[in-house]
């Protein structure tokens, strides 16, 4: 089981398959994507190896992240590969949806379980001032078709910001009267790149909390594998209410997740200095030597991810791992 010094066990690894992303949001990449690297992304035989080796160290959930992974054309194939895998239990993806209709069907026949929707902002002129893209409307259309077909879980990811949603906790609320989802409050993270936005437009989670709480919310029991948000059910709600809140004290008491670049290094944290490279190891089809190396790793993992010092690390925007 991979464990690091303070007993933490990681069940969970993060897996980005590209940092290309076709969004231009406000908060992650307001200039759009601009390639600084080699572009020497995970193939698909270097993923089935990673997903072994983490699978034979005790990783039974896999999330599959970018950039925004479906612009890979082999999704479908990582899913299935991901999915077969000895000892993984579930399979997720988090995208930004924009073609979420046409891709649901592979996804589903490829065999994912979880599908985490990125939506800022129910309101369709706030969602393109976000994003930069008119593609709410779409979005929905492929989550509705999604809780048609019932087999996936489905998670909306918005990304709290002051001016932008902050303020309309409320139109949240009403779509989850009667819709099944689980809607997540991720607070903005400072970043490398996006300091000024920052300070401007982070919201506490926390208060958030006080009020769902206020309102009747009770706390939900997580599962082994689950990620870092505290999730929230009300018996007069159709849906859930997630928060992450990395602000929080005590956040990293409880982490359980690693990630892998999509140059295959592995990062320790979100907010590491560097990754790890392990592309070396991934050459071949033994993988007690990649075993070796990331159990080795693992003692340099830190107790926090000093965000609550302002250190950011090597993390310039979150498309470079997926969040």
Known sequence: MLTDNFGRKFYYLRLSITDVCNFRCNYCLPDGYACDNDRDFLSLPEIKRVANAFAQMGTE????????????????????????????????????????????????????????????????????????HNKLDHILKGIDMALADGRPNIKVNTVLMREYNGYDIQSYLNWLKDTPVTLRF???????????????????????????????????????????????????????????????????????????????????????????????????????PLKARIAAMMHDKKATHFLQDNLTGATKNLAMLGG
């Open 61 to 132: 959930k896999i999330r599959i992240t970018g950039g925004e992974p479906s612009l890979r054309k082999d999704l479908p194939d990582i899913i299935s590969a991901c999915k077969q895998t000895a000892g993984i239990k579930k399979v997720a993806i988090t995208s930004n949806g924009y073609k979420l209709p046409e891709h649901l069907p592979a996804w589903l026949d490829a065999g994912i379980d979880n599908i985490n929707i990125s939506i800022d902002s129910l309101d369709p002129r706030q969602f393109h001032a976000i994003t930069g």
């Open 186 to 288: 991720i607070e903005l993270m400072q970043t490398g790149d996006n300091q000024e936005f920052f300070d401007a437009q982070h919201v506490q989670g926390s208060r958030i909390k006080q009020n769902l709480i206020l309102d009747g919310w009770l706390p939900c029991i997580q599962e082994k594998t689950a990620g870092p948000a505290q999730e929230f059910y009300h018996p007069d709600y159709q849906g859930k209410i997630g928060l992450i809140m990395p602000y929080s004290k005590d956040f990293c008491n409880t982490c359980n997740r690693l990630r892998i670049s999509s140059l295959g290094k592995l990062h320790l944290c979100l907010f590491t200095e560097e990754g790890l490279s392990l592309k070396e190891y991934l050459q071949q089809d033994d993988v007690e």
